[in-house]
């Protein structure tokens, strides 16, 4: 399952179908070994990574020696990992430090993902951040637009007002994922309420 091609997407956000390069780097993405994921769910996630358009890809500036693409590991889920009680909570995680970035189909307490193409986006956002940083044009635009939140939805979206590179990845999931929801709204919702984050993401991204 594993070395299927990318598939092309319309109807949404990335209607580029994805780059080249994104569509090898999908083709790249395969279930550990060590606690598999099911074929349906590294699909999936093969298919979020294969739509993605070609500013993504540049942001990670491959001209440079030393800068790779980060490896996805797709496990059913974390048992075995020195990860484990670090992330026991969590369906995925950016580990910027050995470039890895990590999606579960379970959590240690049995949770299942349920939204992986949108999970694998968020975490594509924090290795984006970690490559590029963040902007302070980004991080005081959702700040701002967090704060203006009623009680409800800004207690659920504080989260990602915690830091700015959690604000920027939960973000840049909306502007190239695919049906995520999040903050306890729906993708609608979100692109109102944080218009001018996703405006401001897309400007230092350079895609329209």
């Not at 999970?119 to 924090?126: D, P, T």
């Not at 044009?137 to 504080?158: C, I, M, N, V």
């Not at 990602?160 to 993708?187: I, L, P, Q, W």
């Amino acid at each position: 399952m594993g070395d299927q091609p990318g598939h092309e997407f319309h109807g949404n956000q990335w209607t580029a179908g994805g780059s080249a390069e994104a569509k090898a780097w999908a083709e790249k993405i395969k279930s550990s070994d060590k606690s598999p994921a099911s074929p349906k769910f590294v699909a999936a996630v093969q298919e979020a990574v294969a739509a993605l358009p070609p500013g993504v890809i540049e942001k990670f500036r491959l001209d440079i020696p030393g800068h790779q693409l980060p490896t996805v590991v797709v496990r059913g889920d974390l048992k075995g990992s020195p990860h484990a009680v670090t992330h026991r909570l969590a369906d995925g995680f950016h580990d910027g430090e050995n470039q890895r970035i990590f999606i579960m189909e379970r959590t240690m307490s049995g949770d299942k993902n349920s939204d992986p193409k949108g999970n694998v986006a968020h975490e594509i956002g924090h290795a984006v951040a970690w490559n590029t940083g963040v902007s302070s044009r980004f991080w005081s635009t959702f700040r701002e637009e967090h704060d203006k939140l009623p009680p409800g939805p800004r207690s659920y979206a504080k989260y990602y007002r915690s830091n700015e590179r959690e604000a920027f990845a939960e973000t840049f999931s909306h502007v190239f994922g695919m049906g995520r929801d999040s903050c306890s709204m729906s993708r609608a919702a979100f692109e109102q309420k944080f218009s001018g984050s996703i405006a401001q993401l897309k400007q230092d991204m350079g895609v329209s």
